[in-house]
């Protein structure tokens, strides 16, 4: 399933570096802005403690994690959306993804130029999220011209798009995201149709920098926090905004250590692993659960969209399982470790087969019959 994230922000505030750390895969990283101008994709496993049980349980020659695409879009700045920088072609690679990671930089630095020359958080979100209103706004404008022609005719489908852009551009107007219009069931396929950038889910990543003045650390002579700390966190619970903390220039250091290694130095920082954080949260945003198979020959956690009957569920094996599906035997991955063999699972009943119309849960293990 080929869903993916695109990592965007402003120049010099960590995108590059956060892809290298996820993907391991090197693209041109500068202290300049447009240090990166065609975007990089890479897929990333999703970190899943339970591939791993079931692959010891099954003594697994191989073992292949649930996996999530990322893509590097270069910096955005102020008037992308009517041209500025590269801001066509950063727009355009931005609508081609299906959820936002916005890294905003939430540390000080004298030696990393900051393209405002200066470290304000809710700023740096309000340009980025002000050019993807105004290209969103253009988009909107022009549909609506187009769709009233149709609606005075009366055409109950022009009538359903035209109300839905109305409120739609009235958001954008008041400076909200397309995502934050309540929208009809009969107005899905429209709002989906149009393709808005702040019509996708948004991730916000704060990126700090081990051993740097960051803004969550940062106390007055009275204890409380920096103003602008303050005000990240209230915009974050005042709009539903979800978010993760990652020091992205310590994850790309470590990228090329063992997971043991990794750990010691995360332990000596005083850091969490913000990468981990980052990629289940992505997953979790783009609304998709992991079901695993497991044999002697493979252990492999597969990619489906929540609520997915099982036929679905097959599909992502292979596209003719869905069609020629039967029936499926299931069961929960802990409830298989506990029986310690699939012939004492179906023994204890624990062991369900499942037809057409079984909605596949996380974490499910499956064997499908065909």
Do not use: C
Request: net charge negative; no cysteine; charged share 30%.
């Amino acid at each position: 399933m080929a869903l993916s994230i695109g990592i965007v922000g402003l120049p010099n505030v960590g995108k590059s570096t956060l892809f290298n750390a996820l993907t391991k895969k090197g693209v041109l990283i500068a202290n300049y802005p447009f240090a990166t101008i065609d975007p990089s994709v890479g897929v990333v496993a999703v970190p899943d403690d339970r591939l791993y049980k079931l692959a010891e349980f099954s003594k697994t020659q191989k073992t292949v994690p649930a996996a999530v695409e990322f893509v590097d879009i270069a910096g955005l700045v102020k008037g992308a959306s009517a041209g500025e920088g590269l801001g066509n072609q950063f727009l355009t690679n931005i609508r081609e993804t299906d959820a936002i990671a916005e890294v905003v930089r939430i540390f000080e630095d004298t030696d990393i130029i900051h393209v405002d020359n200066k470290v304000d958080p809710m700023s740096d979100i309000g340009v980025i999220n002000l050019e993807l209103i105004m290209a969103d706004l253009q988009t909107v404008t022009k549909r609506a011209s187009n769709v009233a022609r149709e609606a005075k005719s009366g055409k109950k489908e022009a009538l359903i798009e035209a109300g839905l852009l109305a409120k739609v551009q009235a958001a954008l107007e008041a400076g909200k995201l397309a995502n934050t219009v309540p929208v009809e069931q009969a107005e899905e396929p429209y709002f989906k149709g149009v393709h808005l950038l702040t019509g996708k889910k948004i991730l916000y990543v704060l990126n700090k920098k081990s051993g740097g003045v960051n803004l969550d650390e940062i106390k007055d002579a009275n204890g409380s926090p920096d103003p602008r700390w303050t005000k990240l966190m209230d915009f974050m619970k005042e709009t539903g905004s979800n978010y993760v903390v990652v020091d992205a220039g310590t994850e790309n250091e470590l990228r090329d250590m063992t997971d043991t290694e990794k750990q010691e130095m995360r332990e000596g920082l005083g850091a969490r692993n913000g990468i981990d954080d980052l990629i289940r949260a992505g997953y979790d945003m783009l609304g998709l659960i992991t079901y695993f198979t497991t044999g002697e020959k493979e252990t492999r956690g597969w990619t489906v969209k929540k609520d997915s009957t099982a036929p679905i569920a097959a599909g992502a094996i292979h596209t003719d399982f869905t069609t020629k599906f039967i029936r499926a035997e299931v069961i929960e991955w802990d409830k298989l470790l506990e029986s310690g063999s699939f012939a004492t699972a179906r023994e204890k009943g624990l062991l369900r087969v499942e037809g057409k119309e079984y909605i596949v849960k996380d974490g499910d293990v499956m064997e499908f019959k065909i």
